[in-house]
């Protein structure tokens, strides 16, 4: 027995972030084993069937990082995580914080804990690599309705603000990744702004 597990410890990174199912690769008798591997700290358990192997920094034990986390969960590594409270950056008057971590993707929806960690799955058809001020600004407009502001006046203030950003940008974003409202919205004030 000790030198079956031994074995699967082998396989097993310090950092990385395990599912049930990638253990079961190295072991028939996954559940003893898994029970096993947490018992003397190998692995730590995250949340269902999701392990962590911890590791050791001058400053004690390294949490997994968020996308390693996610990357796992998802068994995918398309997705785009990140938190509501930066589209307080925009300086657009939003000062609400969040403590919910959103994660774009194409096969989870729901509110999952992992780590003692909150994460808004949605699913979504299409999001960029990256979130150029441009984007966040067609995904603020497109979640308006679900966050804790003042809708008519966080429009009113981007209307206002709307040279802070890139036109052409602006156009591209919203035609890739708004929604029909958003988009109306963004052409029509970009057109009044073209002929004022």
Known sequence: MRTILQSLKQHIQPGEVYRRSDIENWTTAVDRHLHMLTEDG?????????????????????????HSLIERFLKDDTFQLFSPNVYNSLGLGLTQLYNTTWVYNHKRRGIFTLNGRSFLFKLKSAFPTTLSREYLVVDLLNNLSVLAEDSEKVLA????????FDAEELKKMASKYGTGSVRKLLFSTLKKIQYA
């Open 157 to 164: 203030n981007f209307i206002r603000n709307i040279n802070l």
């Open 42 to 66: 190998t692995l730590q358990k995250l949340s269902q069937g999701i392990y962590y192997a911890p590791k050791k920094s001058k400053f004690g034990v390294s949490p997994p990082t968020d």
